[in-house]
């Protein structure tokens, strides 16, 4: 009985040792897989500051490229109104930009069609462009077309 006891005892002894080196691996295993969590974290962390920057930078990109398009209306502008002022009667019209920079509807494909336009339609330009709409209809279609650099018709 002793030898069985000695047996069972040194069976237990073994037993426990190979549990006490599994629970040795499993620490390992925790710990890698607790370092491999730590560097998805810090990998994470680093994408989402760069992804940050990035829209950062998308933004001063956006708001570089409306003031270069705002810088360059003016030029837009005169050089739309220069066109048009050499423009013959059938020629095509340059629009002109108004001041937000969109190119107001209707407006006439030449310098016939502008002196051709009605009340209401010149009236709807010069509104777009800020103009007064007061006066005969020849005194507003005369300002429209000066304007857009449009040469001015004798009444």
């Known amino acids: 009985m002793a030898q069985a006891l000695q047996d069972f005892a040194k069976g237990l002894e073994q037993s426990m040792q190979a549990a006490s080196d599994a629970a040795a691996l499993l620490q390992q295993e925790v710990a890698g897989n607790t370092a491999a969590i730590q560097l998805l974290q810090q990998m994470q962390q680093q994408m989402q500051q760069a992804q940050q920057i ?3 930078q998308v933004q001063q990109i956006a708001g ?5 398009q705002a810088d360059l209306l003016p030029l837009k502008y005169a050089s739309a109104r220069s066109s048009n002022a050499m423009a013959l009667y059938e020629e095509p019209l340059v629009p002109v930009p108004t001041a937000a920079g969109p190119i107001p509807p209707g407006f006439p494909a030449t310098a016939n069609a502008l002196h051709r336009l009605n009340g209401a339609q010149v009236d709807n330009l010069l509104r777009a462009y800020g103009l007064a709409t007061t006066d005969e209809l020849e005194v507003r279609r005369n300002r429209l077309a000066h304007h857009v650099g449009v040469g001015l018709r004798q009444q």
């Open 54 to 56: 990035q829209q950062q």
């Open 64 to 68: 570089n490229v409306a003031q270069i």
